[in-house]
């Protein structure tokens, strides 16, 4: 077997710990004489499972206990929708932060429900800032605020947490939940989908605060309510019991390092590796945010000759280092370090790096 360093940005790099117990509990989990998969999601064994998974993750997460957790289907992108579907509560308009690839693609949906208001965008820095709440001009009736803490594609990410008063604050941390500490208090919703941070693709958790439950439009199908999903522990329909139970290894494993402040020192050193890594590479290498804004799980970046982009790319992959390539819409390089990848791939990516440039600068 050769496992390779994995810099995919999603599906993304799992613990190999997480997976080697999955593989050691494929065929029977515990004493249930089947697999996972095989077994009722309203058993008692799945039950149990669902519950410690979210207990695990109120833990990590610190979540209030008046916040209900969700675990839905459809990823992120379903939340584009539900959220205004279940937010607006008869307001007419929404406040959209517009940082990038990903909150445009929210606010493109949401347009289908609501008017979108542009609160603040950093297009004009061509995504490579977030905008300072002092700039944000947020409309007077709006439901809610949706921003995104992580910008996955651009590699840009908002280090601080908005403060939006009475307005609830939605966040889509898809690429950044589970990779620090953070105030769940300060936020409305928080949704993300499970493929980066969480666990294997299929499942995406919501955070809901309670007072938001209850105002979903009459015509939203019962799936996509927040209150229904609340009131049947997410388990109005079939629920995603593999991932599920992938998940709740993850967290296990989250725990056992020491919790997310631990994560969060682990995930700062990466990311200062591969930037001091860039920065120091005299151009050969550049990364176009602004350096405050700068994302400790996707970090994008440029080789000056580009037609060097093939190679580099190639003999990365001969190196164990693959899936580097950034996303279509940007060029360039992409690194996902997420929480799973370890220290040791951050470590011989910038080795690769350094010798790479010696070899051709
Ligand atoms: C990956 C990603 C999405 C899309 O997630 P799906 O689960 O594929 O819908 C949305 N937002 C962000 C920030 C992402 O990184």
């Not at 710990?17 to 309203?42: K, P, Q």
């Not at 929404?94 to 609501?114: L, Q, V």
């Not at 990364?287 to 440029?302: A, E, G, L, W, Y």
């Not at 693959?322 to 990848?341: D, E, F, P």
């Amino acid at each position: 077997m050769s496992r390779v360093y994995n810099f995919s940005a999603g599906p993304g790099v799992l613990p190999e710990t997480v997976l080697a117990r999955a593989r050691d509990e494929l065929l029977e989990w515990d004493d249930a004489g089947a697999s996972v998969m095989e077994i009722s999601h309203r058993s008692k064994d799945f039950l149990g499972i669902a519950e410690q998974t979210e207990n695990d993750l109120r833990v990590l997460l610190g979540v209030p206990e008046h916040y209900k957790v969700l675990f839905l289907q459809g990823g992120a992108t379903l939340q584009f929708a539900m959220v205004p579907m279940n937010l607006l509560g008869g307001k007419k308009v929404a406040d959209y932060i517009n940082t990038g690839h990903w909150s445009r693609k929210a606010m493109a949906e949401a347009e289908r429900f609501t008017n979108v208001h542009i609160g603040a965008t950093s297009e004009d820095s061509k995504f490579t800032t977030v905008p300072p709440q002092s700039s944000w001009q947020l409309h007077p009736d709006t439901a809610y605020v949706h921003f995104t803490p992580n910008e996955t594609i651009g590699g840009l990410e908002c280090h601080w947490t908005p403060d939006t008063g009475d307005v609830p604050l939605v966040a889509d941390m898809s690429s950044t939940i589970l990779s620090r500490p953070i105030d769940v208090s300060k936020f409305g919703v928080i949704y993300a989908g499970a493929q980066k941070n969480i666990g294997p693709a299929g499942v995406t958790v919501v955070i809901v605060r309670e007072d938001l439950l209850g105002k979903t439009a009459a015509s939203a199908p019962s799936l996509f309510d927040y209150q229904k999903q609340a009131e049947n522990g997410s388990m109005m329909n079939t629920a995603p019991t593999f991932a599920w139970y992938m998940s709740g290894l993850v967290f296990e494993w989250l725990k056992e390092l020491g919790g997310l402040s631990v994560m969060a020192e682990i995930n700062e050193r990466k990311a200062s590796k591969l930037y001091a890594c860039i920065d120091g590479s005299a151009g050969f290498y550049k990364n176009q945010i602004d350096p405050t804004c700068r994302s400790r799980m996707n970090v994008t970046f440029t080789l000056a000759q580009s037609q060097l982009d093939a190679v580099f790319l190639k003999r990365a992959q001969e190196a164990g280092l693959v899936a580097l390539k950034g996303h279509r819409s940007v060029g360039g390089m992409r690194a996902s370090i997420y929480n799973a990848m370890p220290e040791k791939g951050v470590d011989m990516l910038v080795d690769f790096m350094v010798s790479f440039q010696q070899r051709h600068a």
